[in-house]
């Protein structure tokens, strides 16, 4: 059986551009991939702990006899994170674009799977992803439209993330202009659905 992960991030709840492409990828994934298990993780509605002196230390540096109740909590958490996404084959990530970037509750995500020797490790001194042999597909929208590739912040971004811990496929599928250019939404939804046709089509 598949398995393939669900990350949601936006804050945008029923409103959220990227959840209505999410949820138009699972129906047709469901549709063509019947023998699948879906691992569903929504960062906002079960938020996870920020990265601060205390969190890092329990990484690398705090016994686990001497950690304390949060630092346990957090390295179980981060644990729990890693698992699932090295059980999935494929990672679908919903990425609204705030500021130009990721939102904090996707940045706190990769703060907690990026861990070395479990994500990633240094070997003759390079530095290895430890996630191979997987997809990614990151579901973006943004308000404004892609003038300039050299602000183009959330997708480089994203790619050098997953790139870090060894996930090298990535497909980036969205809708822009959801603000600046409102009559051109559904549009934009319809050309993103046949995107997601074609990548399910063709994974």
Same mark, same amino acid.
């Given at each position: 059986?598949?398995?393939?992960?669900?990350?949601?991030?936006?804050?945008?709840?029923?409103?959220?551009?990227? +959840? #209505?492409?999410?949820? %138009?990828?699972?129906?047709?994934?469901?549709?063509?991939?019947?023998?699948?298990?879906?691992?569903? #993780?929504?960062? /906002? $509605?079960?938020?996870?702990?920020?990265? =601060?002196?205390?969190?890092?230390?329990?990484? %690398?540096?705090?016994?686990?006899?001497?950690?304390?109740? $949060?630092?346990?909590?957090?390295?179980? &958490?981060?644990?729990?994170?890693? =698992?699932?996404? +090295? #059980?999935?084959?494929?990672?679908?990530?919903?990425?609204?674009?705030?500021?130009?970037? &990721?939102?904090?509750?996707?940045?706190? %995500?990769? =703060?907690? *799977?990026?861990?070395?020797?479990?994500?990633?490790? %240094?070997?003759?001194?390079?530095?290895?992803?430890?996630?191979?042999? $997987?997809?990614?597909? *990151?579901?973006?929208?943004?308000?404004?439209?892609?003038?300039?590739?050299?602000?183009?912040?959330?997708?480089?971004?994203?790619? =050098?993330?997953?790139?870090?811990?060894?996930?090298?496929?990535?497909?980036?599928?969205? /809708?822009?202009?959801?603000?600046?250019?409102?009559?051109? /939404?559904?549009?934009?939804?319809?050309?993103?659905?046949? $995107? *997601?046709?074609?990548?399910?089509?063709?994974?």
């Amino acid at each position: 059986m598949k398995e393939i992960l669900f990350i949601q991030s936006s804050i945008n709840g029923a409103n959220s551009q990227t +959840k #209505r492409i999410l949820n %138009y990828f699972e129906r047709y994934w469901i549709k063509n991939h019947e023998n699948t298990s879906i691992i569903k #993780r929504n960062l /906002v $509605k079960n938020s996870l702990p920020i990265m =601060d002196e205390e969190v890092f230390s329990a990484y %690398y540096s705090t016994p686990l006899t001497q950690q304390s109740e $949060k630092q346990k909590k957090a390295i179980e &958490i981060s644990n729990e994170l890693i =698992d699932e996404i +090295k #059980r999935s084959e494929l990672i679908v990530m919903t990425a609204p674009m705030y500021n130009l970037s &990721i939102s904090s509750q996707l940045k706190n %995500y990769f =703060d907690l *799977i990026i861990r070395a020797g479990l994500t990633f490790s %240094y070997i003759n001194n390079e530095r290895v992803g430890l996630l191979k042999n $997987k997809k990614a597909l *990151i579901l973006t929208s943004q308000g404004g439209l892609k003038y300039d590739k050299d602000m183009d912040y959330l997708n480089n971004y994203l790619r =050098d993330l997953l790139n870090f811990v060894g996930i090298e496929d990535s497909t980036f599928i969205g /809708v822009e202009g959801v603000a600046m250019k409102p009559n051109n /939404v559904e549009l934009e939804h319809s050309n993103a659905e046949k $995107k *997601i046709m074609d990548f399910i089509n063709n994974y």
